[in-house]
């Protein structure tokens, strides 16, 4: 026992790890977690978690937090009401994006996104820096100063006219991402396909939410993701495939996989509870539940199912962007708009965790084994953490970070628009019932919710500097084409 009490004591909960769960006391000492175990000595506060599960705080490593689209539409949190949005939600980390756009100097990008969580932020956060105009400037020097400071992930977009790369500045970025170890996340459609389907559509008059699906083919997911392990591993880069919708392109992942490429996946609770059929309402309604890629069929969400089971995907995220259903969001086209004028996102801090926890812990998806609490314990927090470089958040063990969720697996909870703490004003999951909330957050041992209340001030969230590395390392196998032993034109690169 310690000669001064410790200053948290969470008593008599049930711990739960991505490797096992167990009945345990956890003790805080600041803002770390100083011991877990049975009995533990006196806490200045004692928090009691009786009949309680007691989790590591969920980290959400794909949210557009305060971000500016493409089009030039600011979405509609800040980083204050996002954070406490995703606090509501059980979760202590969020990583969001410094969005470079054309023209935009990156080093200046990350400023400003810099400036804005560091007055909002509720909870700890990081950056991916997304790349949008690929120049030697952007390419040779701030990234690898940017990743050298901390920002060890890049994002890239396949598709969307304003924000694409193609496939040499996507080759540029692979080798700059591997020269200077930072990880590779990507938006993976193939961008033709989805021009092209949009622009027929539209002139034939199907301009509804609902042929938003339709524009998006399935096999835009597997082409634009084979094309990117292609150019993944000709440079023997890891790399992370964002929001994974289609079976076909989680057996696309798969199969790469299983050659021992260095490929992550994600997936999000729009692609394993919606289906495109959400997006048929009345009028335009519809808008409410676009996302790009779109929700798919049932049969797909059983395929991510299983790839989440088989550990093909490793995470789950909210892909959060919240746009209003008015004027300043999904409307800012005007009232009548087509289905390509209509800003693509979901919003969905608050509602990812108590999703998942309701389908793998509370209903008990089947393909967990009995396992559900620890696997959700994985793909939510301790997968991320690892994957993205936070060494001191994920897990519940001496010595790192007090971010803690306390759950309550008995509450029912029907979710509602009113409830959330977001400023898109509406979730597409209103009217589900689920079991299972996080009733009590600790973020670095502080409340951030507690009673129902928000228990900390805007801007007290910290940057978590992220040094360079892969959770798993390159394969160290050059292709035929890189390998200056086997390709003389290697040798000229
Ligand atoms: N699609 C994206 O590419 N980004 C934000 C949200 C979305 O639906
Ligand atoms: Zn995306
Ligand atoms: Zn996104």
Redesign the pocket.
């Known amino acids: 026992m310690p000669a001064q009490p410790y200053d948290i004591v969470i008593r008599g909960g049930t711990v739960a790890t991505a490797s096992g769960r167990f009945l345990a006391d956890v003790a805080i000492s600041g803002e770390t977690i100083a011991a877990v175990g049975r009995g533990l000595g006196p806490g200045a506060r004692e928090i009691d978690a009786t009949g309680k599960l007691v989790l590591p705080g969920g980290i959400d490593a794909h949210t ?1 937090i305060e971000q500016v689209s493409a089009g030039g539409l600011l979405n509609a949190d800040s980083f204050e009401s996002a954070t406490t949005s995703a606090a509501f939600g059980g979760n202590t980390t969020v990583i969001s994006f410094a969005a470079q756009h054309r023209g935009l100097d990156l080093r200046k990008v990350v400023d400003d996104y810099s400036a804005l969580a560091a007055r909002g932020a509720l909870i700890d956060y990081a950056f991916h820096l997304i790349v949008a105009n690929p120049d030697a400037k952007t390419i040779e020097t701030d990234l690898p100063a940017l990743i050298g400071e901390g920002h060890a992930s890049i994002k890239l ?1 396949m598709t969307y006219d304003l924000i694409k790369v193609d496939d040499e500045p996507l080759l540029d970025v692979l080798l700059t991402a591997r020269q200077n170890r930072a990880l590779l996340c990507v ?1 993976a459609e193939n961008h033709g396909m989805i021009s092209w389907m949009g622009k027929r559509l539209v002139a034939k008059g199907y301009t509804a939410p609902k042929f938003h699906a339709i524009s998006h083919p399935r096999g835009s997911e597997a082409e634009a993701f084979t094309r990117l392990i292609t150019a993944a591993a000709l440079i023997d880069q890891p790399i992370m495939i964002f929001h994974v919708s289609t079976r076909e392109g989680a057996e696309v992942i798969r199969k790469a996989r299983g050659e021992g490429l260095k490929v992550f996946a994600e997936t999000c609770p729009q692609y394993l509870f919606l289906t495109r059929h959400d997006l048929d309402k009345p009028g335009l309604e519809g808008a409410k539940w676009m ?2 890629p779109p929700p798919r069929e049932a049969e797909d969400q059983e395929a991510l199912w299983r790839a989440l089971a088989l550990g093909d995907i490793q995470t789950v995220t909210s ?1 959060h ?1 919240p746009y209003r259903f008015d004027e300043t969001g999904k409307l800012s086209a005007g009232p009548q708009p087509t289905f390509k004028q209509i800003a ?3 919003p969905g801090l608050e509602v990812r965790l108590p999703l998942m926890f309701d389908a793998m812990v509370s209903k008990g998806r089947p393909e967990f084994g009995g396992r559900g609490l620890e696997a959700f314990v994985d793909l939510t927090a301790t997968a991320p953490a690892s994957i993205y470089n936070l060494p001191n958040k994920g897990a519940i063990a001496p010595g790192l970070d007090a971010d803690i969720a306390i759950w309550d697996p008995a509450r029912v909870v029907t979710l509602s628009d009113q409830m959330m703490h977001d400023r898109t004003g509406f979730t597409p999951f209103a009217g589900r019932t689920v079991q299972g909330w996080p009733v009590h957050v600790l973020s670095r041992g502080r409340d951030v919710i507690a009673g129902g209340a928000v228990g900390v001030a805007p801007g007290t969230g910290r940057w978590l500097k992220r040094q360079g590395g892969w959770a798993a390392e390159p394969t160290g196998r050059l292709t035929a084409d890189m390998d200056p032993e086997r390709n003389f034109g290697a040798r000229l690169l």
């Open positions: 557009h977009f938006h996302c790009s892909d962007a693509n996102g979901l």
